[in-house]
Nanobody
Framework: VQLQASGGGMVQAGGSLRLSCAAS????????MGWFRQAPGKERQFVAA????????YYADSVKDRFTISRDNAKNTVYLQMNSVKPEDTAVYYC????????????????WGQGTLVTVSS
């Protein structure tokens, strides 16, 4: 599966942004999807994940109640709605797909998008 992330940009603290990740290739609905982020000089970290059907979602504590992950299997797309953003949310955001067990570890994801930069100004 090929993944293409988009929607990044510059936003002021307290604002909102929606990231999208379009998938092509094998059946999108057979993959669990995740969003990760990597700030300069830091390791890539888990942000959010969604089950194959979209019924179950998981979040890092740092983004819980501010970010929402969702998917539209008919459109082969996963979204990350980012609200009440903070300067510490500044990072390159990556979408990823896996058909393995689990959600949170980068190592279980076999397919990655190219990343989209989100910059939050204070």
């Amino acid at each position: 599966v090929q993944l293409q992330a988009s929607g990044g940009g510059m936003v002021q603290a307290g604002g909102s942004l929606r990231l999208s990740c379009a998938a092509s290739g094998r059946t999108f609905g057979s993959y669990k999807m995740g969003w990760f982020r990597q700030a300069p000089g830091k390791e890539r970290q888990f942000v959010a994940a969604v089950s194959r059907s979209g019924d179950s979602t998981y979040y890092a504590d740092s983004v819980k109640d501010r970010f929402t992950i969702s998917r539209d299997n008919a459109k082969n797309t996963v979204y990350l709605q980012m609200n009440s953003v903070k300067p510490e949310d500044t990072a390159v955001y990556y979408c990823a797909a896996t058909d393995r067990s689990g959600y949170f570890n980068t190592g279980i994801y076999d397919y990655w998008g190219q990343g989209t930069l989100v910059t939050v100004s204070s």
